[in-house]
C-alpha cells in the first residue's frame, strides 16, 4: 500500500510539472494573495500560452484524481483506530458520529499525509501559493452567468481539484487550506442556485408565450440580484448542474476529512453557502447530496454538533416563517420552500434526537415571534409552528405550549393575535384544556379589536365543537349544579393569576377554578355585543345566540332585543348576520311570542334598507320564515306582522319578488284556500299581491263574492277583512267587467248611505265609490258632476240626522253613538270629495260635537263661527274625536273656516282629557300645516307640547307627523323645538325613543349636521331652566310649557346626562373641539367673571352640567382617544395608517395649545372664584382638572411653574379631594352626589295615573 501512495504522491507531483508554477509571475501571485482572492488581472499572456499547451483542464480532472487516489489509498492505515472513534460515537450519541469520520482522527493517516506535503513542497520544490492563485483564477472567471463554456467547466474542475486536495491531512497546517480561497469556491454554489431561478423563469416566459400572455424579460428580471449578467442557453444550464453533482462530491470529501473544530466560522458561513442548494424547489439528486453534506458537518468532527444544526436553524427560518421580502418567489414557492425546510428539521430530529429538542424549542418560538404581520401568513405560520412542536414527544411539548399561552399577553398585538391562531389550530386538533379555555377567554377583553374579534371567534368554534374536552368544558361552565363561587376581585385579577402562573416554572395545577363563571361568560358577551368594533359585535352576537341554543335558559328578553337592536346597526355586515340569526333563531324558537314579534320589528324593515346586499338577505329570511316547509308556523307569524302593522315592509318584500319573479304561481291559490281558516292573514297578503303582482279572475271573483256577503259585518276581524277586499278591488278595478264595477259601486254607495258600514271602513267605500264612477264615466267633468250628485244626497241625509240627533237632551245610547259617528265620519269622507256640497250648517253641527265641556262642566273653546247660544248635548268622547277629524276633513278645502278653528282647537288640545281626541286635534293641525302654514304658527307650542303628552300613542302620533313636515320642509326648527325633541331621546316608551333618535341621526343631521353644534351650549342653559343669560335661553314659554318640559334640578339630572351623551356622541372632533372651547369660554369664564351669580342656584346647576360635560369620555377627541398601535396593520394599510398617525400627532398639538393658552387659566382662575364663594362644585370642578391632568399634566405643571404655591394648592387639594372619594367610597353611607351620575331611563309621570276610557282609543270611530 504504501508503494501505491508513492505511486500517487509521484503522479500529483508530474501533473504539477505539468503546470510550470515556477513560470508565473511573482508579481501577479502576490497581488491576488494580497487581494484576499477578491480581485483578478488577467493572467499574464506568456503564462497563458502555456496553459493552452499542457491542456488545462484535462491537468486538473488528472490532479483530483490523483489526490483521490490518494486519500483512497489511504484508508486502510486507519483500521487500527475504529476502537477510539467508535468510543467517542458512543459517548455522543450512535448517530452523532457517522462510521467514515474514524480516517479522521488517525494518526498514522496525519502522519502519511505531512510526508506528503513535505514531498512537494520540500523535494519537489512546488509553489503552493502559485497553484493556490491559479485555482482562485479559474473560479473567479467561471463563477457568473456571463462566462463561458470552457471558463465554466474549468473552474469546477479546479474548485473539485481543490476540495479534494484540502482533504489530505495537515493541509492546514501546510498553508494549502485558504479560508478566503475556500469561500470563493463554495460559492459556486449560488452559481448554481442562480442558474435553477433562470431556468424556471425561462420555463414560465415559455408557457405564458405559448397561452397568447405578454411575455416577461427573465433577463431584466435576473438583471436585479447580477447586473450585466448575460442568459445561458439550455445545454449550459445543464452543464452546471451536472457540473455541481461532482461539486458537491467533492465537498462531501471535505466534510468526511477535514476538520473545522477551530474554525467555527467557517463552518457556519460553510453551511450557509449550502443550505441554498437543499432550499431548491426542484428537490433533485444535487438537494438530496447537499443534504448529506450538511448532516456530515453536524458531527463533533467539525466541533459542537448541536452548535451546527443551530446554524442550520437560523440559517431556515425566514423559509419556515414564509417571508415574502424574496421578491423572485411567488406564495407557491414559498409554500414549497416552507416544506423543505420543515423536511430538514424532521431529518435532524430523526438523527439527532432528544439532544436537539432545545433548539427545536427556540426554533419555533423564533418563527412564532418573526411571523408575518398578514392574516394568511399568521395562519400558515400557525400551523407550521404546531407541526414542528409534533416532531417531538408529547411529555416535551407542555413548556412549548405553556409559553403559547404566554405569548397572548405580549405587549405586541401582532403576537397576541398569532398566538390566538395557534390556540385555534389547537381547538380543531382537540388539544385544549380549562387553562388554555381561559387564555382564550380573557382575551376577549383584549385592548386590540382584532384580538377581541379572534378570541370571540375562537370561543365560537369552541361551543360548537363536539370534542369531548371541550363538551366537558362547557358543561362545567354552564351547568347548573357547580357552583363555583368567586369575589368580584378574583374575577378582576382573573387574567393577571394566569400570566402569574404562566410565568412560573412549577406545574400548573389545572381544575375548575381557573374557569370564568357562566354569568361572567354571559355579561362580557352581551357588552362585546355593543363594542366600537365591527368584527367584534359580529363574533359576540354569533357567540351569544350559539349559547342560548344549547342552554335555552339564556334566552331572556334582553338577548332577543339585543339581536334585534343589531339588525339597526350602523354596519351593513352586522346588519346582514343579525337578519340571519334572528331568522334561525325564530325557526328554533317559533312558538315564542316574543321572538316572533322582534323578528318582525328587527328583520322586516331591512327590505328598505339601503344596502342591497341587506335587503336581498331580508327577502331571504322574509321568505325562509313565511313560505317555508312549516306553513303553519308561517300563519302565526303573518298574524303577528299584522297585529304589529308592519304588513307595509311585507308589501315592499313582495314588490321585490315581483320584480324578480319569484312569486310561486300556487301561492294565491293556497291563500284563498285558506281564507276562512286564517282570514286576516290570508286577505291581506292577497291585499299585498293584488297591488304588484298580476291578479287572475279567481281572486277578482273572491274578492266580489266577500265583499257582497260581508260588507255590512261588525265582527272586528270582517271588518279588517273588508278593508282588505277593497285594497283587492281597487288594484284590480281598471281590469274588471263593466257588470262588476257596478256591482261593487252599488253595494258600496247603498251602504254608506244608509250608515251600515263600520266607522273604519266608511272612509274606503267612500273612495272606492268615487273610483267606481270615474271608471265609469271617461269625461273628468261628467264624472265629477255624477260624484257630486251622489255625494250630495249622502250629505243632505247626513245632516239632516245629525240636525235632529244632536239637539236631543237625553244621553246618548250606545245604539245612537254608533249611528252618530257612522253619520259625523261620512259626512266628513263625503264633503272631502264634494266640498261645494257642505254649508255652514254642517260645520256648526260638527263644531257642537267637537267643542264639548270637559267633566268638571268647564265649556271648551267654541269658534267665532258657533254661536253662543246653541244648545249643547253631552256626547260621548268617541263622537268628539269623530267630529274633530270630519272638521279637518271638511276644512283642507275652506281655508276660512279652518282659520277660525284654528284658535279653537289649539285651545281645545290644551283642555281636553280624551287621547283620542287630542290624537285627533293633532292629525288635523298637521295636515293644514301644509295649506295654512301662517295659521298654524300661533298653534305650534301646543302641537309640540303633545310630545310630553301622558299617552305614549299621542306622544308617537305627534312625533311621526311633525317628523313628516320636517322632511317635506313644511316645518322648520325654530325655538324650542329641537329641544323637545331631544328630550324624547330618555323619554320612557322605547319605541318612541327608537324614532327620535332615528330621526335625528339619520335624517336630521345628515341635512343640518351642524345643528347639534350650534344648540349644545343653548342646551345646557334651556335644560337647566337658566333666566338672565344675555345669550342663552331667551325663549318665552307659557307656565304649561315650562311644567311640562322642564327637567332642571337635581332629580332629573340623569336624563340631562343622557342627552348631553347623545349630543356628544354624534359630534365630530372638530365639533367636539370647539364644544371644548365655548363651555369653558361661555360657561366657566362666564362665572369667573361674574356674567352668571353664583348666588343664583340656576348658576350652579348650569357650571355643574358644563363640568361634567367637560369631565366625561364621550367629549374626547375619538382620533386621540383611538390607538393607532393597538391592532395589526395589514400591508395595504400602511400608507393609511400612517396617515392617520401624522394627523393624530398634528391633531394632539392643537388641542394641546388650546389647553394651555385657554382651558387652563380659566380653570384656575374658577378654582380661586370658587374657594372665595366656599362653593360646594369645588368637587366637580376637581373631577375636570383631574381628567386633564390625565391627559396633560406636564403642560399643566409648565404652566404652574411661574407660581409655585399655585401648583402646591393644587397638588393638596387633588390629594385631599382623591382621598375623600376613597374614604366616600369604603364608607356604608351614600355618597354625596359631585356630578351628573350616568344615565338611566326614569318615568317622568310615575305618580300620575293615568285614566284611559277603553273607547277612547279609537282615533276615527
Given at each position: 500500500?504504501?508503494?501505491?501512495?508513492?505511486?500517487?504522491?509521484?503522479?500529483?507531483?508530474?501533473?504539477?510539472?505539468?503546470?510550470?508554477?515556477?513560470?508565473?509571475?511573482?508579481?501577479?501571485?502576490?497581488?491576488?494573495?494580497?487581494?484576499?482572492?477578491?480581485?483578478?488581472?488577467?493572467?499574464?499572456?506568456?503564462?497563458?500560452e502555456i496553459?493552452?499547451?499542457?491542456?488545462?483542464t484535462?491537468?486538473?480532472?488528472?490532479?483530483q484524481?490523483?489526490?483521490?487516489l490518494?486519500?483512497?489509498?489511504?484508508?486502510?492505515?486507519?483500521?487500527?483506530?475504529d476502537?477510539?472513534s467508535?468510543?467517542?460515537?458512543?459517548?455522543l450519541?450512535?448517530?452523532?458520529?457517522?462510521?467514515?469520520?474514524?480516517?479522521?482522527?488517525?494518526?498514522?493517516?496525519?502522519?502519511?499525509?505531512?510526508?506528503?506535503?513535505?514531498?512537494?513542497?520540500?523535494?519537489?520544490?512546488?509553489?503552493?501559493?502559485?497553484?493556490?492563485?491559479l485555482?482562485?483564477?479559474?473560479?473567479?472567471?467561471?463563477?457568473?452567468l456571463s462566462?463561458?463554456?470552457?471558463e465554466?467547466?474549468?473552474?469546477?474542475?479546479?474548485?473539485?481539484?481543490?476540495?479534494?486536495?484540502?482533504?489530505?491531512?495537515?493541509?492546514?497546517a501546510f498553508?494549502?487550506?485558504?479560508?478566503?480561497?475556500?469561500?470563493?469556491?463554495?460559492?459556486?454554489?449560488?452559481?448554481?442556485?442562480?442558474?435553477?431561478?433562470?431556468?424556471?423563469?425561462?420555463?414560465?416566459?415559455?408557457?405564458?408565450?405559448?397561452?397568447?400572455?405578454?411575455?416577461?424579460?427573465?433577463?431584466?428580471e435576473?438583471?436585479?440580484?447580477?447586473?450585466g449578467?448575460?442568459?445561458?442557453?439550455?445545454?449550459?444550464?445543464?452543464?452546471?448542474?451536472?457540473?455541481?453533482?461532482?461539486?458537491?462530491?467533492?465537498?462531501?470529501?471535505?466534510?468526511?476529512?477535514l476538520?473545522f473544530?477551530?474554525?467555527?466560522?467557517?463552518?457556519?458561513?460553510?453551511?450557509?453557502?449550502?443550505l441554498?442548494a437543499?432550499?431548491?424547489?426542484?428537490?433533485?439528486?444535487?438537494?438530496?447530496?447537499a443534504?448529506?453534506?450538511?448532516?456530515?458537518?453536524?458531527?463533533?468532527?467539525?466541533?459542537?454538533?448541536?452548535?451546527?444544526?443551530?446554524?442550520?436553524?437560523?440559517?431556515?427560518?425566514?423559509?419556515?416563517?414564509?417571508?415574502?421580502?424574496e421578491?423572485?418567489?411567488?406564495?407557491?414557492?414559498?409554500?414549497?420552500?416552507?416544506?423543505?425546510?420543515?423536511?430538514?428539521?424532521?431529518?435532524?430530529?430523526?438523527k439527532?434526537?432528544?439532544i436537539?429538542?432545545?433548539?427545536?424549542?427556540?426554533?419555533?418560538?423564533?418563527?412564532?415571534?418573526?411571523?408575518?404581520d398578514?392574516?394568511?401568513?399568521?395562519?400558515?405560520?400557525?400551523?407550521?409552528?404546531?407541526?414542528?412542536?409534533?416532531?417531538?414527544?408529547?411529555?416535551?411539548?407542555?413548556g412549548?405550549i405553556?409559553?403559547?399561552?404566554?405569548?397572548?399577553?405580549?405587549?405586541q398585538?401582532?403576537?397576541?393575535?398569532?398566538?390566538?391562531?395557534?390556540?385555534?389550530?389547537?381547538?380543531?386538533?382537540?388539544?385544549?384544556?380549562?387553562?388554555?379555555?381561559?387564555?382564550?377567554?380573557?382575551?376577549?377583553?383584549?385592548?386590540?379589536?382584532?384580538?377581541?374579534?379572534k378570541?370571540?371567534?375562537?370561543?365560537?368554534?369552541?361551543?360548537?365543537?363536539?370534542?369531548?374536552?371541550?363538551?366537558?368544558?362547557?358543561?362545567?361552565?354552564?351547568?347548573?349544579?357547580?357552583?363555583?363561587q368567586?369575589?368580584?376581585?378574583?374575577?378582576l385579577?382573573?387574567?393577571?393569576?394566569?400570566v402569574?402562573?404562566?410565568q412560573?416554572?412549577?406545574?400548573?395545577?389545572?381544575?375548575?377554578?381557573?374557569?370564568?363563571?357562566?354569568?361572567?361568560?354571559?355579561?362580557?358577551?352581551?357588552?362585546?355585543?355593543?363594542?366600537?368594533?365591527?368584527?367584534?359585535?359580529?363574533?359576540?352576537?354569533?357567540?351569544?345566540?350559539?349559547?342560548?341554543?344549547?342552554?335555552?335558559?339564556?334566552?331572556?328578553q334582553?338577548?332577543?332585543?339585543?339581536?334585534?337592536n343589531a339588525?339597526?346597526?350602523?354596519?351593513?355586515?352586522?346588519?346582514?348576520?343579525?337578519?340571519?340569526?334572528?331568522?334561525?333563531?325564530?325557526?328554533?324558537?317559533?312558538?315564542?311570542?316574543?321572538?316572533?314579534?322582534?323578528?318582525?320589528?328587527?328583520?322586516?324593515?331591512?327590505?328598505?334598507?339601503?344596502?342591497?346586499?341587506v335587503?336581498?338577505?331580508?327577502?331571504?329570511?322574509?321568505?325562509?320564515?313565511?313560505?317555508?316547509?312549516?306553513?303553519?308556523?308561517?300563519?302565526?307569524?303573518?298574524?303577528?306582522?299584522?297585529?304589529?302593522?308592519?304588513?307595509?315592509?311585507?308589501?315592499?318584500?313582495?314588490?321585490?319578488w315581483?320584480?324578480?319573479?319569484?312569486?310561486?304561481?300556487?301561492?294565491l291559490?293556497?291563500?284563498?284556500?285558506?281564507?276562512?281558516?286564517?282570514?286576516?292573514?290570508?286577505?291581506?297578503?292577497?291585499?299585498?299581491?293584488?297591488?304588484?303582482a298580476?291578479?287572475?279572475?279567481?281572486?277578482?271573483?273572491?274578492?266580489?263574492?266577500?265583499?257582497?256577503?260581508?260588507?255590512?259585518?261588525?265582527?272586528?276581524?270582517?271588518?279588517?277583512?273588508?278593508?282588505q277586499?277593497?285594497?283587492?278591488i281597487?288594484?284590480?278595478l281598471?281590469?274588471?267587467?263593466?257588470?262588476?264595477?257596478?256591482?261593487?259601486?252599488?253595494?258600496s254607495?247603498?251602504?254608506?248611505a244608509?250608515?251600515?258600514?263600520?266607522?273604519?271602513?266608511?272612509t274606503?267605500?267612500c273612495?272606492?265609490?268615487?273610483?267606481?264612477?270615474?271608471?265609469?264615466?271617461?269625461d273628468?267633468?261628467?264624472?265629477?258632476?255624477?260624484?257630486?250628485?251622489w255625494?250630495?244626497?249622502?250629505?243632505?241625509?247626513?245632516?239632516?240626522?245629525?240636525?235632529?240627533?244632536?239637539?236631543?237632551?237625553e244621553?246618548?245610547?250606545?245604539?245612537?253613538?254608533?249611528?252618530?259617528?257612522?253619520?259625523?265620519?261620512?259626512?266628513?269622507?263625503?264633503?272631502?270629495?264634494?266640498?261645494?256640497?257642505?254649508?255652514?250648517?254642517?260645520?256648526?253641527?260638527?263644531?257642537?260635537?267637537?267643542?264639548?265641556?270637559?267633566?268638571?262642566?268647564?265649556?271648551?273653546?267654541?269658534?267665532?263661527?258657533q254661536?253662543?247660544?246653541?244648545?249643547?248635548?253631552?256626547?260621548?268622547?268617541?263622537?268628539?274625536?269623530?267630529?274633530?277629524?270630519?272638521?279637518?276633513?271638511?276644512?283642507?278645502?275652506?281655508?276660512?273656516?279652518?282659520?277660525?278653528?284654528?284658535?279653537?282647537?289649539?285651545?281645545?288640545?290644551?283642555?281636553?282629557?280624551?287621547?283620542?281626541?287630542?290624537?285627533?286635534?293633532?292629525?288635523?293641525l298637521?295636515?293644514?300645516?301644509?295649506?295654512?302654514?301662517?295659521?298654524?304658527?300661533?298653534?305650534?307650542?301646543?302641537?309640540?307640547?303633545?310630545?310630553?303628552?301622558?299617552?305614549?300613542?299621542?306622544?308617537?302620533?305627534?312625533?311621526?307627523?311633525?317628523?313628516?313636515?320636517?322632511?317635506?320642509?313644511?316645518?322648520?326648527?325654530?325655538?324650542?323645538?329641537?329641544?323637545?325633541?331631544?328630550?324624547?331621546?330618555?323619554?320612557?316608551?322605547?319605541?318612541?325613543?327608537?324614532?327620535?333618535?332615528?330621526?335625528?341621526?339619520?335624517?336630521?343631521?345628515h341635512?343640518?349636521?351642524?345643528?347639534?353644534?350650534?344648540?349644545?351650549?343653548?342646551?345646557?342653559?334651556?335644560f337647566?331652566?337658566?333666566k338672565?343669560?344675555?345669550?342663552?335661553?331667551r325663549?318665552?314659554?307659557?307656565?304649561?310649557?315650562?311644567?311640562?318640559?322642564?327637567?332642571?334640578?337635581?332629580q332629573?339630572?340623569?336624563?340631562?346626562?343622557?342627552?348631553?351623551?347623545?349630543?356628544?356622541?354624534?359630534?365630530?372632533?372638530?365639533?367636539?373641539?370647539?364644544?371644548?372651547?365655548?363651555l369653558?369660554?361661555?360657561?366657566?369664564?362666564?362665572?369667573?367673571?361674574?356674567?352668571?351669580s353664583?348666588?343664583?342656584?340656576?348658576?350652579?346647576?348650569?357650571?355643574?352640567?358644563a363640568?361634567a360635560?367637560?369631565?366625561?369620555?364621550?367629549?374626547?377627541?375619538?382620533?386621540?382617544?383611538?390607538?393607532?398601535?393597538?391592532?395589526?396593520?395589514?400591508?395595504?394599510?400602511?400608507?393609511?395608517?400612517i396617515?392617520?398617525?401624522?394627523?393624530?400627532?398634528?391633531?394632539?398639538?392643537?388641542?394641546?395649545?388650546?389647553?394651555?393658552?385657554?382651558?387652563?387659566?380659566?380653570?384656575?382662575?374658577?378654582?380661586?372664584?370658587?374657594?372665595?364663594?366656599k362653593?360646594?362644585?369645588?368637587g366637580?370642578?376637581?373631577?375636570?382638572?383631574?381628567?386633564?391632568?390625565?391627559?396633560?399634566?406636564?403642560?399643566?405643571?409648565?404652566?404652574l411653574a411661574?407660581?409655585?404655591?399655585?401648583?402646591?394648592?393644587i397638588?393638596l387639594?387633588?390629594?385631599?379631594?382623591?382621598?375623600?372619594?376613597?374614604?366616600?367610597?369604603?364608607?356604608?353611607?351614600?355618597?354625596?352626589?359631585?356630578?351628573i351620575?350616568?344615565?338611566?331611563?326614569?318615568?317622568?309621570?310615575?305618580?300620575?295615573?293615568?285614566?284611559?276610557?277603553?273607547?277612547?282609543?279609537?282615533?276615527?270611530?
Amino acid at each position: 500500500m504504501e508503494d501505491n501512495v508513492e505511486i500517487y504522491q509521484q503522479t500529483v507531483a508530474s501533473e504539477l510539472d505539468c503546470l510550470q508554477l515556477d513560470k508565473l509571475e511573482t508579481e501577479w501571485i502576490k497581488e491576488v494573495i494580497d487581494n484576499d482572492f477578491l480581485q483578478f488581472q488577467d493572467i499574464p499572456l506568456l503564462y497563458d500560452e502555456i496553459l493552452e499547451e499542457c491542456h488545462i483542464t484535462s491537468r486538473l480532472i488528472h490532479l483530483q484524481k490523483a489526490f483521490l487516489l490518494w486519500l483512497e489509498s489511504n484508508k486502510g492505515s486507519s483500521e487500527d483506530s475504529d476502537e477510539v472513534s467508535t468510543a467517542t460515537r458512543q459517548s455522543l450519541g450512535g448517530s452523532l458520529m457517522p462510521e467514515n469520520t474514524s480516517a479522521a482522527v488517525n494518526i498514522n493517516l496525519t502522519n502519511n499525509g505531512s510526508r506528503f506535503w513535505s514531498f512537494l513542497f520540500q523535494e519537489k520544490k512546488v509553489n503552493i501559493q502559485s497553484l493556490l492563485a491559479l485555482i482562485g483564477f479559474f473560479i473567479d472567471r467561471g463563477s457568473t452567468l456571463s462566462s463561458t463554456h470552457e471558463e465554466r467547466q474549468r473552474c469546477f474542475e479546479a474548485a473539485q481539484m481543490y476540495f479534494t486536495m484540502i482533504c489530505i491531512p495537515a493541509s492546514m497546517a501546510f498553508r494549502v487550506f485558504h479560508q478566503m480561497l475556500y469561500m470563493k469556491a463554495l460559492q459556486l454554489v449560488q452559481l448554481y442556485v442562480q442558474t435553477r431561478k433562470y431556468a424556471q423563469k425561462s420555463a414560465l416566459q415559455s408557457q405564458q408565450a405559448k397561452k397568447g400572455h405578454k411575455q416577461t424579460q427573465p433577463e431584466a428580471e435576473f438583471e436585479d440580484e447580477e447586473e450585466g449578467e448575460a442568459p445561458i442557453g439550455p445545454e449550459e444550464i445543464a452543464a452546471v448542474e451536472k457540473a455541481m453533482s461532482r461539486f458537491l462530491d467533492a465537498l462531501f470529501l471535505v466534510a468526511q476529512h477535514l476538520s473545522f473544530k477551530r474554525y467555527p466560522n467557517i463552518l457556519k458561513e460553510t453551511v450557509e453557502c449550502i443550505l441554498p442548494a437543499i432550499i431548491n424547489l426542484d428537490r433533485g439528486a444535487v438537494s438530496l447530496k447537499a443534504l448529506e453534506i450538511i448532516h456530515n458537518f453536524c458531527n463533533p468532527l467539525h466541533g459542537d454538533a448541536v452548535q451546527t444544526v443551530h446554524h442550520v436553524f437560523v440559517h431556515i427560518l425566514p423559509y419556515l416563517v414564509l417571508d415574502p421580502s424574496e421578491k423572485d418567489l411567488n406564495n407557491k414557492n414559498l409554500v414549497a420552500l416552507k416544506d423543505i425546510s420543515f423536511n430538514l428539521v424532521n431529518s435532524f430530529i430523526s438523527k439527532f434526537g432528544e439532544i436537539i429538542y432545545p433548539l427545536l424549542h427556540g426554533l419555533i418560538k423564533h418563527v412564532c415571534v418573526e411571523v408575518v404581520d398578514r392574516a394568511e401568513y399568521r395562519h400558515k405560520t400557525a400551523q407550521t409552528a404546531l407541526d414542528l412542536l409534533q416532531l417531538i414527544p408529547e411529555e416535551h411539548r407542555q413548556g412549548t405550549i405553556r409559553w403559547f399561552l404566554l405569548l397572548a399577553h405580549t405587549e405586541q398585538a401582532f403576537l397576541r393575535l398569532f398566538s390566538l391562531e395557534i390556540l385555534s389550530i389547537l381547538l380543531q386538533n382537540g388539544q385544549i384544556d380549562m387553562l388554555t379555555f381561559a387564555v382564550i377567554f380573557g382575551q376577549c377583553s383584549d385592548q386590540s379589536a382584532t384580538v377581541r374579534a379572534k378570541a370571540l371567534s375562537i370561543l365560537g368554534e369552541c361551543i360548537e365543537s363536539s370534542d369531548r374536552s371541550v363538551v366537558e368544558i362547557f358543561d362545567i361552565i354552564f351547568s347548573e349544579e357547580v357552583d363555583r363561587q368567586t369575589t368580584g376581585a378574583e374575577e378582576l385579577e382573573e387574567e393577571t393569576d394566569i400570566v402569574e402562573l404562566l410565568q412560573g416554572e412549577e406545574p400548573i395545577n389545572i381544575t375548575a377554578a381557573l374557569l370564568p363563571k357562566a354569568s361572567v361568560i354571559m355579561n362580557l358577551l352581551k357588552e362585546r355585543a355593543v363594542d366600537e368594533k365591527v368584527h367584534v359585535r359580529k363574533n359576540a352576537l354569533q357567540l351569544l345566540l350559539s349559547v342560548t341554543r344549547r342552554h335555552r335558559r339564556y334566552l331572556t328578553q334582553d338577548f332577543v332585543k339585543l339581536l334585534g337592536n343589531a339588525c339597526r346597526d350602523v354596519a351593513m355586515l352586522i346588519r346582514r348576520n343579525s337578519a340571519q340569526m334572528m331568522t334561525d333563531l325564530l325557526c328554533e324558537h317559533s312558538e315564542n311570542e316574543a321572538v316572533q314579534k322582534l323578528w318582525a320589528r328587527s328583520v322586516l324593515p331591512l327590505v328598505i334598507d339601503g344596502e342591497t346586499r341587506v335587503q336581498e338577505k331580508a327577502l331571504e329570511c322574509i321568505s325562509r320564515s313565511l313560505v317555508g316547509n312549516d306553513s303553519q308556523k308561517g300563519w302565526i307569524l303573518l298574524e303577528v306582522i299584522i297585529e304589529l302593522g308592519l304588513d307595509i315592509y311585507l308589501s315592499k318584500a313582495v314588490e321585490m319578488w315581483s320584480r324578480q319573479q319569484q312569486i310561486p304561481a300556487q301561492l294565491l291559490r293556497t291563500l284563498l284556500s285558506n281564507s276562512e281558516q286564517r282570514p286576516r292573514a290570508a286577505l291581506t297578503l292577497v291585499a299585498i299581491f293584488a297591488r304588484h303582482a298580476i291578479i287572475d279572475n279567481n281572486v277578482k271573483k273572491f274578492a266580489l263574492d266577500y265583499l257582497q256577503e260581508n260588507i255590512g259585518s261588525t265582527n272586528s276581524v270582517n271588518i279588517y277583512c273588508i278593508q282588505q277586499v277593497y285594497k283587492v278591488i281597487g288594484a284590480t278595478l281598471p281590469s274588471m267587467s263593466k257588470e262588476n264595477v257596478q256591482t261593487i259601486r252599488e253595494i258600496s254607495s247603498r251602504f254608506v248611505a244608509n250608515s251600515q258600514l263600520s266607522t273604519n271602513v266608511i272612509t274606503t267605500a267612500c273612495d272606492m265609490v268615487v273610483f267606481c264612477i270615474q271608471q265609469q264615466v271617461a269625461d273628468e267633468d261628467k264624472a265629477r258632476k255624477e260624484a257630486a250628485e251622489w255625494a250630495g244626497e249622502i250629505i243632505s241625509s247626513s245632516g239632516e240626522f245629525l240636525s235632529i240627533h244632536l239637539r236631543k237632551q237625553e244621553n246618548v245610547s250606545p245604539e245612537e253613538e254608533e249611528q252618530l259617528a257612522r253619520r259625523i265620519l261620512t259626512l266628513g269622507c263625503v264633503g272631502l270629495h264634494c266640498p261645494q256640497q257642505v254649508n255652514k250648517r254642517h260645520f256648526l253641527l260638527l263644531q257642537h260635537a267637537a267643542f264639548q265641556p270637559d267633566e268638571s262642566g268647564v265649556d271648551a273653546p267654541i269658534p267665532l263661527s258657533q254661536p253662543q247660544s246653541q244648545p249643547k248635548r253631552k256626547l260621548p268622547p268617541r263622537l268628539q274625536a269623530a267630529a274633530v277629524i270630519s272638521l279637518g276633513k271638511l276644512s283642507v278645502q275652506h281655508e276660512e273656516m279652518a282659520k277660525r278653528l284654528i284658535p279653537g282647537l289649539g285651545r281645545l288640545l290644551e283642555t281636553t282629557p280624551h287621547e283620542a281626541v287630542r290624537n285627533n286635534i293633532v292629525c288635523c293641525l298637521c295636515d293644514w300645516v301644509i295649506r295654512y302654514a301662517t295659521a298654524i304658527d300661533p298653534v305650534m307650542p301646543q302641537v309640540t307640547a303633545c310630545l310630553r303628552d301622558p299617552t305614549p300613542a299621542v306622544r308617537k302620533q305627534t312625533l311621526v307627523l311633525l317628523i313628516h313636515l320636517l322632511q317635506e320642509d313644511y316645518l322648520k326648527i325654530r325655538g324650542t323645538f329641537f329641544f323637545r325633541i331631544l328630550q324624547l331621546a330618555c323619554d320612557d316608551d322605547e319605541s318612541l325613543r327608537d324614532l327620535a333618535l332615528f330621526y335625528v341621526t339619520q335624517r336630521l343631521l345628515h341635512r343640518r349636521p351642524t345643528i347639534i353644534q350650534q344648540h349644545f351650549i343653548e342646551c345646557v342653559f334651556h335644560f337647566n331652566d337658566y333666566k338672565g343669560h344675555p345669550t342663552y335661553n331667551r325663549h318665552a314659554l307659557t307656565d304649561r310649557e315650562n311644567k311640562l318640559f322642564s327637567i332642571a334640578g337635581q332629580q332629573h339630572s340623569r336624563r340631562r346626562f343622557q342627552i348631553y351623551q347623545f349630543m356628544l356622541q354624534n359630534l365630530d372632533d372638530e365639533a367636539r373641539f370647539q364644544l371644548t372651547f365655548r363651555l369653558t369660554r361661555d360657561v366657566l369664564h362666564g362665572v369667573v367673571e361674574e356674567v352668571m351669580s353664583l348666588k343664583n342656584a340656576s348658576t350652579e346647576a348650569v357650571l355643574k352640567d358644563a363640568l361634567a360635560v367637560l369631565s366625561c369620555d364621550d367629549i374626547k377627541l375619538a382620533s386621540l382617544s383611538a390607538s393607532t398601535d393597538d391592532d395589526p396593520v395589514e400591508n395595504e394599510d400602511i400608507a393609511q395608517a400612517i396617515v392617520q398617525s401624522t394627523k393624530k400627532a398634528i391633531i394632539a398639538q392643537v388641542v394641546k395649545r388650546n389647553v394651555i393658552e385657554n382651558i387652563v387659566p380659566i380653570v384656575v382662575a374658577l378654582k380661586r372664584k370658587l374657594a372665595a364663594n366656599k362653593s360646594s362644585l369645588m368637587g366637580n370642578l376637581m373631577l375636570f382638572l383631574r381628567e386633564l391632568m390625565k391627559d396633560y399634566k406636564d403642560e399643566i405643571q409648565e404652566i404652574l411653574a411661574g407660581d409655585r404655591q399655585l401648583m402646591v394648592e393644587i397638588d393638596l387639594d387633588m390629594k385631599r379631594f382623591e382621598q375623600q372619594e376613597r374614604m366616600e367610597a369604603e364608607s356604608p353611607t351614600p355618597r354625596v352626589d359631585r356630578t351628573i351620575p350616568p344615565p338611566e331611563l326614569v318615568n317622568p309621570r310615575e305618580d300620575e295615573q293615568v285614566r284611559v276610557q277603553s273607547k277612547d282609543r279609537q282615533c276615527q270611530g
